[in-house]
């Protein structure tokens, strides 16, 4: 028999991050299945203990009142403040999602600086005031504003307001690595007497006022990262935070919503909050929010009237427009490239259309064509489908072409693409680099495919190029490198790596996209890298797409167009609806979801037809 002492109901974190276990006291099991049947993910794992996702929980801790003993109820004491927390933020959530609420923000802008007091030296512009206030009569925040709007430090700014006024200690910084040198600059720019900031490593500093670790090493450092917030008053800010758009389905995610409840305050910075449309926005908002974000967002655009949602959900986040900004225009141009005939050819066998060359080569070409990241490479260059002698090897152009040879196989052809043809992808790009340079003009050119980098290195010789990807063990060096160095006249790098975080609109105004992929936050970060806040009101900014032409380039373009327009509807954004339509001018030389398959499906059926 249980003691009269003994807790009716502990209710505490489950195995997984993202869930609770409550767990019922002897004699109350009866009592412990009807409360499952208030939560729509209750599950038990015995007749005395109940799972249930902490959201799911934290939406309805109504249902506890059910129990018939609420004062032996005993909670965890980290998850009982998130509790009294998210109560607490419901009703504002709701206050500010009210119609007939005031919605001047509680913090008057004016203030910023008084607030922010004599130890903050650097200058603010009116928006990162207006942002700042916002986000501090919030509690927990997001501001979705665009890259090069000075997110940084307007997240500094918030922590050093909090740390003045709310006793706020701890600041943990979430991001990819190419945040730390924004940082870190802006700690010693922002404050006269600089945050001790560290770069987690294998341990954490038990004395910084700050610590910033990628998201990469965050799931393996949950733990100790979570004692080091849990010790102190902290803030835990998502830099980049579109990288845990997955939620507790992804490991970054998973790793983020595990430590939030650890913090006091939770702020996310992400210019692109929604790449791939609303899921992506219902993750980001149920970190901030946990229990209420999710719901708020899935009501507000569940009605399908984008224009309406983003007016609902405006008072949740802040967002600086690239207008806001005052930047001169950019001008988009997405260029059509058609393929030679032996290039078209290979192109065709791989989604299954077979030539009589092909002839007996079918089950090749179907291996390569089901990945779809061979497709986006054929449209470049078949020729980077055959693997040499390591998978990065340049391909060797022959010059001036071979003639192709009569009777041999198009898969031999394909696999010795460079002796016959140039792909025009890269002779596009030669012209656009070499008419840049003689006007003085730098260029930095994308590509997603490391062994196309290095074929752009070798085809782009005489520029001195600079190159940028994971492998690359001196980054600065070479970024470094293209800012300062005369000769270096181009830099090649991949979205996945220089997209984000990395400032270059003071040496470089010309960008060229050989391809791309389904990801809308990566190729939307990226244009940002030349087009930041700090542009002098005369540059001219040009963005040119290479897409060849009857390829995936083309159903890459379609799916992008769709993502930005939901993007910059339901931020209320018109620039970024604007990137969907790119104006097409004649040339001069991975993370799909269910729309992108869906078009992809079209693609091969109507080519296969």
């Known amino acids: 028999m249980a003691s009269a002492d003994a807790p009716s109901l502990e209710i505490g974190f489950g195995e997984g991050v993202t869930r609770a276990r409550l767990q019922a006291g002897d004699g109350r099991e009866t009592d412990l299945r009807r409360l499952a049947l208030r939560f729509r993910s209750g599950v038990q794992r015995s007749p005395s203990t109940l799972e249930v996702e902490i959201d799911d929980l934290l939406t309805n801790l109504a249902a506890l009142g059910t129990w018939p003993q609420p004062r032996s109820v005993v909670w965890d004491p980290q998850l009982a403040r998130l509790a009294t927390d998210s109560a607490q933020d419901a009703q504002a ?7 007939a609420a005031d919605s001047t923000p509680a913090v008057d802008p004016s203030r910023i600086e008084d607030m922010l007091g004599p130890e903050w030296t650097a200058d603010l512009t009116p928006f990162q005031r207006r942002d700042i206030a916002k986000l501090l009569s919030l509690r927990h925040g997001a501001n979705f504003s665009v890259p090069g709007a000075g997110k940084t430090r307007v997240g500094l700014a918030v922590f050093q307001a909090l740390r003045r006024t709310k006793g706020i200690e701890r600041l943990l910084i979430v991001g990819p690595k190419s945040c730390y040198e924004s940082w870190q600059y802006e700690n010693e720019t922002c404050l006269e007497e600089p945050l001790s900031m560290a770069v ?3 341990d954490v500093d038990p004395a910084a006022d700050a610590i910033i670790v990628n998201y990469e090493r965050l799931a393996s450092s949950v733990n100790e990262l979570g004692h080091w917030l849990a010790a102190r008053p902290s803030m835990l800010l998502l830099d980049e935070a579109h990288r845990m758009k997955l939620g507790a389905n992804g490991t970054y995610g998973a790793a983020c919503l595990a430590l939030g409840p650890r913090s006091h305050h939770r702020l996310i910075l992400t210019g692109t909050p929604a790449p791939n449309g609303v899921r992506d926005l219902e993750n980001l908002f149920g970190f901030v929010w946990p229990g209420h974000g999710r719901q708020k967002v899935t009501k507000a655009v569940g009605g399908g009237d984008l224009a309406k949602a983003s007016k609902a959900l405006r008072p949740l986040f802040t967002r600086t427009t690239k207008d806001e900004l005052g930047l001169p225009p950019v001008t988009t141009s997405l260029v059509p490239v058609p393929l030679p005939p032996l290039h078209q050819e290979v192109y065709e066998a791989l989604i299954g259309r077979f030539s009589a060359r092909a002839a007996g080569s079918e089950g090749d070409f179907r291996a390569l064509g089901k990945i779809i990241v061979y497709m ?4 470049t260059s078949p020729a980077l489908l055959a693997v040499g002698t390591t998978r990065y090897e340049p391909l060797s152009y022959q010059v001036p072409p071979l003639a192709v040879p009569d009777g041999t196989p198009l898969f031999e052809l ?11 992808k890269y002779q596009e790009v030669l012209a656009i680099v070499n008419r840049n340079a003689q006007q003085g003009r730098k260029t930095l050119v994308w590509s997603t495919f490391i062994r196309s980098l290095n074929t752009l290195e070798r085809i782009l010789g005489e520029f001195s190029p600079a190159m940028v990807h994971g492998g690359t063990e001196d980054r600065e060096a070479e970024i470094d490198r293209f ?15 220089l997209g984000e975080g990395i400032s270059l609109h003071h040496h470089c105004h010309d960008a060229v996209y050989v391809d791309r992929d389904f990801a809308a936050g990566r190729f939307l970060q990226s244009l940002d890298r030349i087009h930041r806040l700090g542009l002098a009101p005369e540059t001219e900014t040009r963005i040119t797409v290479l897409a060849a032409e009857g390829t995936i380039d083309e159903v890459v373009d379609q799916r992008l167009g769709d993502k930005l327009q939901f993007m910059g509807r339901i931020l ?3 620039a970024v609806q604007q990137l969907a339509d790119l104006e097409e001018e004649p040339a001069i030389g991975g993370g799909l979801d269910h729309g992108d398959l869906q078009a992809l499906m079209g693609h091969l059926r109507a080519r296969a037809a």
């Open 93 to 99: 959530v709701a206050k500010q999602l009210d119609p």
């Open 200 to 202: 987690h490593s294998r």
């Open 376 to 379: 986006l490479m054929a449209a």
């Open 414 to 424: 394909m696999q010795d693409l460079p002796s016959y043809e140039l792909s025009p």
């Open 483 to 497: 800012r300062n160095d005369p000769d270096c006249m181009v830099l090649l790098s991949n979205p996945a790596t």
């Open 572 to 574: 209320d954004d018109a």
